[in-house]
């Protein structure tokens, strides 16, 4: 039966342990990487909706004035017998109260977006984490002075992998 790194009942060299550090370390960036794409892309995505609003909000008042203001105005006129005008007038005002609301729904949005800061989050999470790492220390063991191998601690046995995969 074998570990990930080697043989069970094996040490492994500076060499060995140097190369798992740097390859746990190089995946450690690249998951960070990976979250702050994720998190911009959630912050696009609500941009984009913000902006679709607005976008929204623009096209109903500039398409559907004439076919609305003229539908509602005649309407309103045959309800109430009020003069044409006013009726018009109301019918606008209908029309800008819709495209206030999609430009709220827009603003709204656009609020989410910027208030986000998922890029924020991954980068202080980064930082953290270099940090941490700047300031570990390995732990110093002890060479036999006949044969050069580390000395073991009490309750260590020469034959454990110290190393847990999980």
């Not at 800008?96 to 208030?115: D, E, N, R, S, T």
Request: glycine share 8%.
């Amino acid at each position: 039966m074998s570990a990930p790194d080697g043989p069970v009942g094996t040490e492994r060299s500076l060499g060995q342990l140097v190369s798992a550090a740097s390859k746990e370390m190089s995946e450690l960036v690249h998951d960070e990487i990976a979250l702050v794409k994720a998190q911009l892309t959630q912050d696009v995505k609500r941009g984009a909706i913000g902006s679709g609003a607005f976008v929204a909000a623009l096209a109903v008042l500039l398409f559907s004035l004439p076919m609305l203001s003229f539908a509602l105005a005649y309407g309103i006129h045959t309800w109430s017998d009020w003069n044409l005008a006013v009726c018009f007038l109301l019918s606008f005002a209908a029309n800008v109260l819709v495209a206030g609301l999609l430009a709220l729904i827009g603003v709204v949005f656009a609020k989410k977006a910027a208030k986000g800061k998922g890029p924020q989050k991954a980068a202080a999470a980064a930082k953290e984490t270099a940090a941490v790492l700047q300031h570990a220390k390995p732990h110093p063991r002890r060479l036999r002075p006949t044969t050069g191998a580390p000395e073991l601690e009490a309750g260590e046995r020469a034959d454990a992998v110290a190393r847990s995969t999980s």
